[in-house]
């Protein structure tokens, strides 16, 4: 770890500061990028951002590579796997909206071509307008985890500690 200043909640473990300063509010690009971001926020619910980085890892070979055609087409027997897979977060609601939540990417691929143009093609206001609109397509998503994804990809405004090296 460096001697840069970082936001209270990013100190005191490499993970933390490395998904800090390389990860949280930078755009990405890919569909399987935002679904793996939905799938950790909407699993730390309960449980703190360390717990989530630490089985990271996990969670990418679970929901391999979090490959959205894969994903969707999950059955019973894939998810009784996941939910005795104790590398990840082994709960029946979560696992359930994951699976869901791809079949969701899906349709919004097939209408506007990627996660992405459905996302920047939005005229969202408030967050309140962003829950409402993602409790269409999407479950188990709630005001904090919907607003946490949209920093956490550079959609929404992070506001940085006042000595944290990223403030703008």
Same mark, same amino acid.
């Given at each position: 770890m460096d001697n840069r200043k970082r936001?209270?909640?990013?100190? /005191?473990?490499?993970?933390?500061? @490395?998904?800090?300063?390389?990860?949280?509010?930078?755009? =990405?690009?890919h569909d399987h990028?935002?679904?793996?971001?939905? @799938?950790?926020?909407?699993?730390?619910?309960?449980?703190?951002?360390?717990? =989530?980085?630490?089985?990271?890892?996990?969670?990418q070979q679970a929901f391999e590579g979090f490959d959205i055609d894969r994903v969707a087409a999950y059955t019973d027997k894939d998810r009784d796997r996941l939910l005795q897979d104790a590398g990840i977060i082994r709960n029946r609601l979560k696992i359930n909206a994951t699976i869901h939540n791809a079949r969701g990417f899906q349709s919004i691929r097939d209408e506007c071509?990627?996660?992405?143009?459905?996302?920047e093609g939005q005229s969202c206001n408030t967050l309140d307008e962003?829950?409402?609109?993602?409790?269409?397509?999407?479950?188990?998503? /709630?005001?904090? =985890?919907?607003?946490e994804?949209?920093?956490?990809?550079?959609y929404l405004p992070i506001d940085h500690n006042q000595a944290c090296f990223l403030r703008v």
């Open positions: 936001c209270a909640w990013a100190e /005191g473990h490499p993970l933390l500061s @490395v998904y800090h300063d390389t990860e949280y509010g930078f755009p =990405i690009e990028e935002f679904l793996e971001r939905l @799938v950790l926020e909407l699993n730390q619910a309960g449980l703190s951002w360390l717990t =989530i980085l630490k089985k990271r890892e996990a969670f071509g990627s996660f992405k143009t459905w996302l962003w829950v409402t609109l993602f409790r269409k397509t999407f479950k188990f998503m /709630g005001p904090e =985890i919907v607003n994804f949209l920093m956490s990809t550079g």
